[in-house]
């Protein structure tokens, strides 16, 4: 995964084409360090049609208010550079519906 922040943000998120997953997390989120492995899985299983990108929300608050992520854990699915879905919180962002919405975007 990718780590992006407000330096390569607009780059490799907004300016990319194709299908882009961004994983809005902290290290202090246990939701968001308790998905981590089935979202590294699931780069790994997508990694090839699906760019996938993190951003750690303590590092970049700014970033974070600008696309609008209020809470943790946060997924925003981007087809060429516009944003199409998003999974917030912790009941909302499990593997299976983060999964799910993957098929859609590829």
Request: charged share 30%.
């Amino acid at each position: 995964m990718l780590e992006v922040n407000k330096e390569n943000f607009e780059q490799e998120v907004l300016q990319a084409s194709g299908p882009v997953v961004v994983d809005w997390w902290s290290p202090k989120c246990d939701p968001c360090m308790e998905l981590l492995p089935e979202v590294e899985r699931l780069a790994e299983t997508y990694g090839d049609r699906v760019k996938f990108c993190k951003v750690n929300v303590l590092e970049n608050r700014r970033l974070a208010i600008s696309q609008r992520v209020l809470g943790l854990p946060t997924f925003l699915f981007f087809r060429d550079g516009e944003k199409v879905a998003e999974l917030a919180g912790p009941e909302a962002c499990t593997a299976e519906a983060i999964e799910a919405e993957l098929q859609r975007l590829v």
